[in-house]
């Protein structure tokens, strides 16, 4: 480049060399974020666990009188939340788990690894795929549950709080069945263990239909204890539910802690 001056030409050398390097790592993480948000909205059978089928059961068993349930107001207002929790957990869960198991088998996780992406950011932004994939769910189920007649009440903190805590306990245990299992084994896992608490966690069936012996097991249970808490604040206008809090957070702990410990990425 040349620039003029009193008769005389001064030049002014640019670099136009590349500058090899990698790029910052937030821009990393919300690039890798937007692609995994991407990749799972694009997936068929993942729209069809963390989307279809919660929206069906809730339409399905608000329309219908197939479970009896429990407490004051409509059917929905005992299924919504129920539901929110299972969607929750088809995504944080099941859908991670599934996803992440095929990724390491197929050896992306490994040439993922070996990128300047560091290895705890991937997992950053599996994470916040599952946060914006979640927001969605939310969203999605809450007007289709007003619109069917949802009353909810409470603290609206109280339901992050038990949101939040609940994606940090499924997404520990996934990670932890993903990293550790072949995926085979995790993909028929991940879906036996989203039937059976399905069935057995609160989600739709209250938990007093089953004995006292079994009950008492299942409400420790991540899914019995974000379902629970999700109702007594939203079905029945309850203050923050510590007890419910304080197992989600054991789960987290737990669940974050094993993946960290016994991940593998091939």
Same mark, same amino acid.
């Given at each position: 480049?040349?620039?003029?001056?009193?008769?005389?030409?001064?030049?002014? %050398?640019? *670099?136009?060399? #590349?500058?090899?390097?990698?790029?910052?790592?937030?821009?990393?993480?919300?690039?890798?974020?937007?692609?995994?948000?991407?990749?799972?909205?694009?997936?068929?059978? @993942?729209?069809?666990?963390?989307?279809?089928?919660?929206?069906?059961?809730?339409?399905?068993?608000? &329309?219908?009188?197939?479970?009896?349930?429990?407490?004051?107001?409509?059917?929905? *207002? !005992?299924?919504? #939340?129920?539901?929110?929790?299972?969607?929750?957990?088809?995504?944080?869960?099941?859908? @991670?788990?599934?996803?992440?198991? !095929?990724?390491?088998?197929?050896?992306?996780?490994?040439?993922?690894?070996?990128?300047?992406?560091?290895?705890? %950011?991937?997992?950053? %932004?599996?994470?916040?795929?599952?946060?914006?994939?979640? &927001?969605?769910?939310?969203?999605?189920?809450?007007?289709?549950?007003?619109?069917?007649?949802?009353?909810? @009440?409470? *603290?609206?903190?109280?339901?992050?709080?038990?949101?939040?805590?609940?994606?940090?306990?499924?997404?520990?245990?996934?990670?932890?069945?993903?990293?550790?299992?072949?995926?085979?084994?995790?993909?028929?896992?991940?879906?036996?263990?989203?039937?059976?608490?399905?069935?057995?966690?609160?989600?739709?069936?209250?938990?007093?239909? !089953?004995?006292?012996?079994?009950?008492?097991?299942?409400?420790?249970?991540?899914?019995?204890?974000?379902?629970?808490?999700?109702?007594?604040?939203?079905?029945?206008? &309850?203050?923050?539910?510590?007890?419910?809090?304080?197992?989600?957070?054991?789960?987290?702990?737990?669940?974050?802690?094993? &993946?960290?410990? !016994?991940?593998?990425?091939?």
């Amino acid at each position: 480049m040349s620039e003029r001056s009193e008769g005389t030409i001064n030049t002014v %050398a640019t *670099d136009y060399s #590349p500058k090899p390097g990698a790029a910052p790592v937030g821009r990393m993480l919300l690039a890798q974020t937007a692609f995994e948000t991407r990749m799972l909205l694009r997936n068929g059978e @993942q729209l069809l666990l963390t989307v279809v089928i919660p929206t069906v059961l809730l339409v399905l068993f608000s &329309a219908v009188d197939i479970v009896a349930v429990e407490g004051p107001g409509k059917r929905v *207002d !005992f299924l919504a #939340p129920g539901l929110l929790a299972l969607a929750v957990m088809s995504t944080a869960f099941t859908g @991670q788990a599934i996803a992440t198991g !095929f990724e390491r088998r197929y050896g992306v996780l490994k040439r993922l690894g070996a990128s300047p992406l560091p290895r705890w %950011a991937l997992l950053t %932004a599996k994470t916040g795929c599952v946060l914006v994939t979640e &927001a969605l769910q939310v969203a999605l189920l809450s007007v289709i549950a007003l619109a069917l007649g949802w009353s909810p @009440q409470g *603290d609206f903190l109280s339901v992050v709080a038990l949101l939040v805590l609940g994606t940090a306990a499924f997404s520990g245990l996934g990670l932890l069945m993903a990293g550790t299992l072949k995926a085979e084994a995790t993909l028929a896992g991940a879906n036996l263990v989203f039937i059976l608490l399905l069935l057995a966690g609160g989600v739709i069936v209250p938990l007093s239909r !089953f004995p006292d012996a079994v009950r008492s097991v299942l409400e420790l249970l991540p899914i019995s204890a974000l379902s629970d808490g999700l109702r007594s604040v939203l079905q029945h206008g &309850a203050g923050v539910p510590w007890s419910d809090l304080g197992i989600l957070a054991g789960w987290s702990v737990l669940g974050l802690a094993a &993946a960290a410990r !016994f991940f593998r990425w091939e």
